[in-house]
């Protein structure tokens, strides 16, 4: 490499900003049959399917952020955990038009109710779907790569308590 092309790769890294820092909340919900269907909202901006997200909150924990956004863009409130389930990158386009880099932490939430009226109500299309379907219609890699990973990890969760809840209905025969 030479000496100018060195230079101008180091004044680069010194102006690259480091990803801004967002919140956001995988939304599902376990059907009567037992079906799992997660939850996807188009962008104000774009249209394209994304997942209720935000910027930090002063005085709340990231979960609780993640909860936050949920419930102002989709209209949706449930149990959140706390354990992140990882995250993904994106590129967003603020209101002055200047594209930033987002790093979003994201959380589980499963819904418990659905409100009537919400902060963002009309502004955007929400959709109920499988956990496939939503990894093939979101265009960031690392959040399809997420989808696909709650989906085992639930999967594995809800068999266990099926499990457990039919070996709690069994007599153990006495001796």
Known sequence: MTLLARLASDVQLMFRRPPRQQYGAICYRVKKSGDVEVLLMTSRDTGRWVIPKGWPMTGKCAHEVAAQEAFEEAGVRGAVET???????????????????????????????????????????????????????????????????????LTERLSAQAVKQGSAGKQIPAE
């Open 83 to 153: 354990e992140t389930l990882g995250a993904y990158s994106y590129s967003k386009i603020l209101r002055d038009g200047v594209q930033v880099a987002c790093k979003v932490q994201v959380y589980a939430i499963e819904v418990t109710e659905m409100a009537k009226n919400f902060k963002e109500k009309g502004e955007r299309r929400i959709e109920w779907v499988s956990f496939d379907e939503a990894a093939g219609r979101v265009r960031e890699p690392e959040l399809r790569g997420l989808f696909l990973a709650f989906k085992r990890k």
